[in-house]
């Protein structure tokens, strides 16, 4: 059966037809003081979901959200945190204005939200995963050591970035869009990198490179030691899991749908650590079945790769802008 471009029967998105609602999650970075403090003091449903990360974590998720905590970006409770607020603002959705996605996707720590959108994780088992996810990837490497840039130009090419960097200790990332690739690696080799990015391009073409605030080099070969403990996380809670669903997910690392097997989320989600996030193709994918695309989260990151694409995407960061979109229906 197939229903909005997706089929009920194998938990598999239609490709080529544009029928599909489809929900994208961003990842760390998009995390602000007050995030889904709208949802939380306007829906009972938003309220429950803060509570239920706060009772598995064993600290106030909510207050951590709403306040000036500076450990919202630490990376072990931004990401807990990050997902508690686009999980609750995704019930906030379906419960006021009946809103029901077909596909899903997310970006990096985005991944665990549309994971749980779609029923393949419990929202109380992924809160625990990222939070250690969180502490793992910090731990990876010392603060300062390891950073992230984002390269900006037009006309990226990651495949020849990649090479120019080769004898560097910097990967690509994140292929974020045709204008957008970010670097990670050992802070100290980042002006080299930088001046070999600049150098593939003509006077022409201007090329900015932008040092993130990051405190670790994610999504590069230091994560690769942390891939088996993260591994036996996932398997410690995967006796919940329902892979029939994962289908209907991008994998970050696959750049196309995962496959509809336990197993092979867990090692798209190990092997997601320390390789490019493939975000262009995961758009691509989705959008070759969507007749909308909808981001959910603290953040609108998102809606300009889908615009750098030539696909509308409607951000949702907070309930003025759900009631606005859904008002306007």
């Given at each position: 059966m197939?229903?909005?471009?997706?089929?009920r029967?194998?938990?598999?998105?239609?490709?080529?037809?544009?029928?599909?609602?489809?929900?994208?999650?961003?990842?760390?970075?998009?995390?602000?003081?007050?995030?889904?403090?709208?949802?939380?003091?306007?829906?009972?449903?938003?309220?429950?979901?803060?509570?239920?990360?706060?009772?598995?974590?064993?600290?106030?998720?909510?207050?951590?959200?709403?306040?000036?905590?500076?450990?919202?970006?630490?990376?072990?409770?931004?990401?807990?945190?990050?997902?508690?607020?686009?999980v609750?603002?995704?019930?906030?959705?379906?419960?006021?204005?009946?809103?029901?996605?077909?596909?899903?996707?997310?970006?990096?720590?985005?991944?665990?939200?549309?994971?749980?959108?779609a029923?393949?994780?419990?929202?109380?088992?992924?809160?625990?995963?990222?939070?250690?996810?969180?502490?793992?990837?910090?731990?990876?490497?010392?603060?300062?050591?390891?950073?992230m840039?984002?390269?900006?130009?037009?006309?990226?090419?990651?495949?020849?970035?990649?090479?120019?960097?080769?004898?560097?200790?910097?990967?690509v990332?994140?292929?974020?869009?045709?204008?957008?690739?970010?670097?990670?690696?050992?802070?100290?080799?980042?002006p080299?990198?930088?001046?070999?990015?600049?150098?593939l391009?003509?006077?022409?073409?201007?090329?900015?490179?932008?040092?993130?605030?990051?405190?670790?080099?994610?999504?590069?070969?230091?994560?690769?030691?942390?891939?088996?403990?993260?591994?036996?996380?996932?398997?410690?809670?995967?006796?919940?899991?329902?892979?029939?669903?994962?289908g209907?997910?991008?994998?970050?690392?696959?750049?196309?749908?995962?496959?509809?097997s336990?197993?092979?989320?867990?090692?798209?989600?190990?092997?997601?650590?320390?390789?490019?996030?493939?975000?262009?193709?995961?758009?691509?994918t989705?959008?070759?079945?969507?007749?909308?695309?909808?981001?959910?989260g603290?953040?609108?990151?998102?809606?300009?790769?889908?615009?750098?694409?030539?696909?509308?995407?409607?951000?949702?960061?907070?309930?003025?802008?759900?009631?606005?979109?859904?008002s306007?229906?």
């Open positions: 197939i229903m909005n471009g997706f089929t029967d194998t938990g598999e998105c239609v490709m080529g037809e544009k029928k599909a609602t489809v929900a994208v999650f961003p990842g760390q970075g998009s995390q602000r003081p007050g995030m889904g403090k709208d949802f939380y003091e306007a829906m009972p449903v938003c309220r429950r979901t803060f509570e239920e990360a706060s009772d598995v974590l064993g600290w106030d998720v909510a207050a951590l959200c709403f306040g000036e905590d500076a450990r919202l970006n630490l990376t072990e409770y931004t990401q807990p945190c990050i997902v508690t607020t686009e609750a603002m995704l019930r906030g959705l379906a419960e006021r204005f009946g809103f029901r996605a077909d596909c899903f996707g997310g970006h990096s720590l985005g991944e665990f939200t549309a994971l749980t959108a029923g393949v994780m419990p929202f109380a088992d992924t809160v625990q995963i990222v939070r250690m996810r969180g502490r793992l990837m910090q731990d990876a490497v010392p603060v300062g050591v390891g950073s840039a984002a390269v900006i130009a037009e006309g990226m090419d990651a495949d020849a970035l990649k090479t120019a960097l080769a004898d560097l200790p910097i990967d990332a994140n292929i974020n869009s045709a204008t957008q690739v970010v670097v990670s690696g050992e802070a100290a080799a980042l080299e990198a930088e001046n070999r990015c600049k150098a391009f003509d006077a022409s073409r201007s090329c900015r490179f932008v040092q993130l605030n990051v405190s670790a080099p994610f999504h590069s070969r230091f994560m690769k030691k942390i891939e088996e403990p993260f591994a036996a996380t996932l398997r410690q809670f995967s006796s919940s899991f329902d892979g029939r669903n994962a209907s997910v991008t994998s970050n690392y696959r750049g196309t749908f995962h496959e509809p336990v197993e092979a989320v867990i090692g798209n989600l190990v092997s997601q650590l320390s390789n490019p996030v493939r975000w262009c193709d995961n758009m691509q989705l959008a070759a079945g969507a007749a909308r695309v909808f981001e959910i603290p953040g609108r990151p998102l809606r300009d790769f889908f615009k750098s694409i030539g696909v509308a995407c409607e951000s949702i960061t907070g309930l003025a802008a759900a009631e606005k979109i859904f306007a229906q």
